[in-house]
């Protein structure tokens, strides 16, 4: 027995030497790459307090962390050398919401403004949102000064362990309160981290990744509150007084990072509550109905019509401003395809058509390109790092069977991801903004894979094979046909 505690602890000893030799190379590497002092201590920070954060889990989770660094750190030097290949800089089309972020943040730490208010004040415009982000910018601008000043590496560099805190808080989320198995939430994580659409968001200077960070984050900090497991000891007592300050300014900076995106944890949160609840709420309800059906039809007409209060009431509120994203973003998404398959997709009416097709097209999006494509392996440039980003929505529509599968079991994964999803689909439907809901469509896929038989997959790969194979000849034909102005 002794010698089988040895060897183990021997074998974990080995894990994490192997590991930190890795991070050591990324670390070094890094500092050849970025060519900018800040990053790499900023780099070696992160890194140290990654390990130290998860030294007590299990050592599997040495693997899955620098496994999720690897792949990050390739993509971010991919989509630089992408962007900088097409445009001559490192920015999303040549300069977008990610070259601003930096100036303005920059220009707010020149004038010693590092609050959300004090930005939004004398940086912003009245028009402007998210100067929470330009506040974290700024700070870390003004910390990278003594170490040779910000570089975009620095923010991109921020986003890689960002995304990883943010999975290792969905890892811990799912074991906390879904009874999934540990193999299936150690490789939801994976399959997360290595899709192309979510490391082609975290590998810009976005604010998506800090937003998500922060929408799991409150969602973790709520179900720990309310269904953690707390003592009386002086250190639980401590741990109580952190988790409810943490809670407070976790809502305060989502607000100022953006506020809409405060429903998220909330419903999260109330789907687990539900979940928790089901069985007792599922035993009342059936035993109403039998013994008093009247009783049980006034309580079932007076949910419905909460219900639909409620979602009138936040179509129509300034705070959430739904219908301004509704009418915003279909026109821009209708100049942006003017005479394509996906003008015809947002020009159709949103209810009821019109959110069957984006819901389709949004589990094909971003919708590859053949004419990029072609582009993409031809020469080297943005286009190429579309190609990797397309070859990511074919392993999301392989998945498709199993998410759907996953989804009837209504519980708060699938009830989150229906919730996320929709929001996304009807108001802004941009890529930037799938980075919130594809955490969850890939915890329903993986799960629905790992408890499928052989023979489901291989009939789910037939009829996906089958579809896929349909659904191209049938793009190729409407692509013609909107060519030809038809469409």
């Given at each position: 027995?002794?010698?089988?505690?040895?060897?183990?602890?021997?074998?974990?000893?080995?894990?994490?030497?192997?590991?930190?030799?890795?991070?050591?190379?990324?670390?070094?590497?890094?500092?050849?790459?970025?060519?900018?002092?800040?990053?790499?201590?900023?780099?070696?920070?992160?890194s140290?307090?990654?390990?130290?954060?998860?030294?007590?889990?299990?050592?599997?989770?040495?693997?899955?962390?620098?496994?999720?660094l690897?792949?990050?750190?390739i993509?971010?030097?991919?989509?630089?050398?992408?962007?900088t290949?097409?445009?001559?800089?490192?920015?999303?089309?040549?300069g977008?919401?990610?070259?601003?972020?930096?100036?303005?943040?920059l220009?707010?730490?020149?004038?010693?403004?590092?609050?959300?208010?004090?930005?939004?004040?004398?940086?912003?415009?009245?028009?402007?949102?998210?100067?929470?982000?330009?506040?974290?910018?700024?700070?870390?601008?003004?910390l990278?000064?003594?170490?040779?000043?910000?570089?975009?590496?620095?923010g991109?560099?921020?986003?890689?362990?960002?995304?990883i805190?943010?999975?290792?808080?969905?890892?811990?989320?799912?074991?906390?309160?879904?009874?999934?198995?540990?193999?299936?939430?150690n490789?939801?994580?994976?399959?997360?981290?290595?899709?192309?659409i979510?490391?082609?968001?975290n590998?810009?200077?976005?604010?998506?990744?800090?937003?998500?960070?922060?929408?799991?984050?409150?969602?973790?900090?709520?179900?720990?509150?309310f269904?953690?497991?707390?003592?009386?000891?002086?250190?639980t007592?401590?741990?109580?007084?952190?988790?409810?300050?943490?809670l407070?300014?976790?809502?305060v900076?989502?607000?100022?990072?953006?506020?809409n995106?405060?429903?998220?944890?909330?419903?999260?949160?109330?789907f687990?509550?539900?979940?928790?609840?089901k069985?007792?709420i599922?035993?009342?309800?059936?035993?109403?109905?039998?013994?008093?059906?009247?009783?049980?039809?006034?309580?079932?007409?007076?949910?419905?019509?909460?219900?639909?209060?409620?979602?009138?009431?936040?179509?129509?509120?300034?705070?959430?401003?739904?219908?301004?994203?509704?009418?915003?973003?279909?026109?821009?998404?209708?100049?942006?395809?003017?005479?394509?398959?996906?003008?015809?997709v947002?020009?159709?009416?949103?209810?009821?058509?019109?959110v069957?097709?984006?819901?389709?097209?949004?589990?094909?999006?971003?919708?590859?390109?053949?004419?990029?494509?072609m582009?993409?392996?031809?020469?080297?440039g943005?286009?190429?790092?579309?190609?990797?980003?397309?070859?990511g929505?074919?392993?999301?529509?392989?998945?498709?069977?199993?998410?759907?599968?996953?989804?009837?079991?209504?519980?708060w994964?699938?009830?989150?991801?229906?919730?996320?999803?929709?929001?996304?689909?009807?108001?802004?439907?941009t890529?930037?903004?799938?980075?919130?809901?594809?955490?969850?469509?890939?915890?329903?896929?993986?799960d629905?894979?790992?408890?499928?038989?052989?023979?489901?997959?291989?009939?789910?790969?037939?009829?996906s094979?089958?579809?896929?194979?349909?659904?191209?000849?049938?793009?190729?034909?409407?692509r013609?046909?909107?060519?030809?102005?038809?469409?």
């Amino acid at each position: 027995m002794k010698k089988a505690v040895m060897k183990l602890a021997m074998n974990d000893q080995q894990t994490f030497k192997i590991v930190v030799t890795i991070n050591v190379f990324w670390a070094v590497a890094w500092l050849f790459i970025s060519q900018n002092l800040a990053t790499y201590f900023f780099f070696i920070g992160l890194s140290v307090l990654s390990l130290w954060f998860i030294r007590k889990w299990p050592k599997e989770w040495l693997w899955i962390y620098i496994i999720i660094l690897s792949i990050s750190l390739i993509f971010v030097v991919f989509v630089y050398a992408g962007n900088t290949a097409q445009y001559g800089n490192p920015y999303y089309s040549g300069g977008s919401d990610d070259k601003t972020y930096e100036m303005r943040a920059l220009k707010a730490m020149a004038e010693n403004l590092f609050t959300p208010q004090a930005i939004q004040t004398h940086i912003l415009s009245e028009y402007d949102v998210g100067s929470l982000y330009y506040a974290f910018l700024s700070v870390v601008a003004f910390l990278a000064k003594p170490l040779g000043g910000y570089s975009t590496w620095l923010g991109r560099t921020l986003n890689v362990f960002l995304l990883i805190y943010t999975l290792m808080l969905i890892h811990y989320l799912i074991l906390l309160v879904e009874p999934l198995k540990r193999n299936v939430a150690n490789i939801a994580v994976l399959v997360i981290a290595a899709m192309p659409i979510v490391q082609y968001v975290n590998s810009h200077v976005f604010r998506d990744t800090l937003n998500l960070f922060l929408v799991i984050f409150l969602a973790v900090l709520l179900t720990k509150i309310f269904y953690g497991k707390y003592t009386s000891d002086r250190a639980t007592r401590f741990g109580v007084i952190f988790d409810y300050t943490m809670l407070l300014v976790s809502i305060v900076l989502l607000y100022y990072l953006r506020r809409n995106t405060l429903i998220y944890p909330i419903a999260i949160f109330s789907f687990i509550t539900f979940d928790k609840y089901k069985p007792k709420i599922m035993f009342f309800t059936k035993k109403l109905y039998h013994e008093h059906k009247f009783k049980f039809s006034l309580l079932i007409l007076s949910m419905i019509m909460i219900l639909v209060l409620a979602v009138v009431l936040v179509v129509q509120s300034r705070f959430i401003n739904f219908s301004y994203y509704v009418d915003f973003y279909t026109k821009y998404k209708q100049t942006q395809a003017v005479g394509g398959l996906s003008y015809f997709v947002f020009d159709t009416p949103l209810l009821p058509m019109g959110v069957i097709l984006r819901s389709l097209y949004a589990f094909v999006s971003p919708f590859p390109s053949l004419y990029g494509s072609m582009i993409g392996i031809r020469s080297f440039g943005v286009e190429t790092v579309m190609l990797t980003v397309s070859a990511g929505v074919g392993i999301t529509f392989f998945m498709l069977p199993y998410i759907f599968k996953r989804i009837c079991q209504f519980d708060w994964i699938s009830l989150s991801f229906i919730v996320i999803f929709l929001s996304i689909i009807v108001t802004t439907f941009t890529f930037r903004h799938m980075i919130f809901y594809y955490p969850f469509m890939m915890i329903l896929g993986v799960d629905g894979i790992l408890n499928s038989s052989k023979s489901a997959r291989k009939v789910y790969l037939i009829d996906s094979l089958i579809v896929g194979s349909i659904l191209v000849v049938a793009y190729i034909a409407l692509r013609f046909i909107a060519i030809g102005g038809i469409i």
